[in-house]
């Protein structure tokens, strides 16, 4: 299990509710190249996002707090709650995005999608549980020209960190780094 401390503190889950300049145009769709690396194999493939709207702050506020004060399980159940903005899908599998959280990062935009199924199970040991990895979770970033990076977990879990921040379970070794690019309106 790769344990990650993301800089989602700002950007992501447990970040200060208050106004927010959307840069993001809903809805938005994105078909990203993914790749993922794990030691001399490499995978790449495509993934498609599609965001309807961005998530409520006041459900983005309810599901947070849930994370925040209740941890890992009370966050899950909270998610499980409100209704899907979106999807993550690869050529086999779909999960539904419930949750959305968009922050300007200098002259970029950072968007975290979180849905509340896993996408895919990816690693080397086929005997490691799967039991309670149950999030797919996006990180991207989206520069004032369009272009897109960012990572994906198609398998994880995430909690508190003493810091304020969030720390991230992933099932897989590695993430999956996307790259892409905005479609023209």
Request: hydrophobic fraction near 40%; glycine fraction near 8%; aromatic fraction near 6%.
């Amino acid at each position: 299990m790769r344990r990650t401390i993301l800089a989602l503190t700002i950007a992501g889950l447990l970040a200060a509710t208050g106004s927010m300049r959307a840069a993001v145009k809903y809805p938005v769709a994105l078909t990203l190249d993914a790749q993922l690396k794990q030691g001399a194999t490499t995978v790449n493939s495509k993934i498609t996002l599609r965001v309807d709207q961005a998530m409520t702050e006041v459900r983005r506020t309810r599901v947070t707090d849930a994370l925040k004060y209740g941890g890992y399980s009370s966050f899950y159940n909270a998610l499980r709650g409100v209704p899907s903005v979106g999807l993550v899908q690869t050529q086999s599998a779909k999960v539904d995005i419930r949750y959305t959280r968009e922050e300007q990062v200098g002259t970029s935009t950072r968007l975290v999608l979180v849905a509340d199924q896993p996408l895919f199970f990816l690693g080397r040991d086929p005997a490691k549980q799967k039991a309670g990895f149950e999030l797919t979770l996006v990180n991207l970033l989206i520069d004032d020209k369009g272009n897109v990076t960012g990572q994906l977990a198609g398998a994880a879990r995430v909690r508190p960190s003493p810091d304020g921040g969030v720390l991230l379970d992933t099932y897989a070794e590695e993430l999956v780094e996307l790259k892409g690019q905005v479609p023209p309106s």
